[in-house]
């Protein structure tokens, strides 16, 4: 499992992701914040996690806070919130010296589904414009492709792979270790920050299959020797 005890603040933690992989983490012995806008919305979700962990041997903790004051105590944020209002928010954000994680997905839906939202004419994405706003952060992608109801149902581990992209190693490894508390198996490195240009919007593919197989799909790497 994973070698190294994070502190992850989960920036957006009271929504459905942030909440089941900050849940995840902690099954695994990671400490967890989740942040919130409102303090106190955020530590009654914690509740709920703690509900869950309760007979969890090795557990880390959770709690709940502001989004800036979970980030003041964490090695390592975690950003789950919906794009609209992202870029405002990742700037108002004290981030500099943290690994930063993004999983988030700039959608948009019509009557034909889910698609991609261009992001910065095409060359660019969520996770590139977190990097853009906090040049002394290392920013990297992971966990776009994960379900939420997956994450806080009952599987011990997950079937599927979470693909880490990113410009640090040591950014990508703290990504490719919190994986396996999600997957039971490190994350994939799936090569450099630009490619979250691809996973971002792989997310509306999920959607419409999840849709059409009534699942929660994710993505299988094959050809790897874990
Ligand atoms: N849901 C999934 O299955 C899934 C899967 C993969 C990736 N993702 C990505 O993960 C991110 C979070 O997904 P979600 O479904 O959990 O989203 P969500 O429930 O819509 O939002 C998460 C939290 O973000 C905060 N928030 C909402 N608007 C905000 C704003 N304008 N500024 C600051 N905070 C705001 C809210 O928390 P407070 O009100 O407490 O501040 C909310 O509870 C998205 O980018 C999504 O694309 C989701």
């Excluded at 590139?128 to 706003?133: D, G, H, I, P």
């Excluded at 450099?192 to 240009?197: F, I, S």
Aim: with cysteine.
């Amino acid at each position: 499992m994973s070698t190294s005890r994070h502190t992850v603040a989960v920036i957006g933690g009271t929504g459905p992701q942030g909440k089941g992989l900050g849940y995840r983490f902690a099954r695994h012995g990671h400490d967890i914040v989740l942040g919130s806008r409102a303090a106190g919305k955020a530590s009654a979700v914690a509740d709920e996690v703690n509900a869950r962990l309760v007979s969890v041997a090795g557990a880390g903790t959770a709690r709940g806070a502001a989004n800036a004051d979970a980030v003041a105590s964490a090695d390592v944020v975690l950003l789950a919130v919906p794009y609209d209002g992202h870029d405002e928010l990742v700037a108002s954000l004290q981030l500099a010296g943290k690994t930063v994680i993004s999983c988030v997905n700039p959608l948009a839906f019509d009557k034909r589904g889910a698609h991609g939202r261009v992001v910065n004419g095409g060359e660019g994405s969520a996770a590139e414009s977190a990097q853009a706003l906090q040049p002394e952060a290392v920013v990297v992608g992971a966990f776009h492709n994960v379900a939420a109801p997956a994450l806080w149902g009952d599987e011990e581990f997950l079937d599927e792979d979470v693909i880490v992209v990113g410009d640090s190693v040591e950014g990508k490894q703290v990504a490719i270790d919190l994986a396996a508390s999600v997957t039971g198996r490190p994350g994939v490195d799936g090569g450099k920050l630009r490619l979250a240009r691809v996973l971002e919007p792989f997310t509306a593919v999920l959607i419409s299959i999840n849709r059409k197989y009534k699942t929660h799909s994710g993505i299988r790497v094959t050809g790897l020797d874990h």
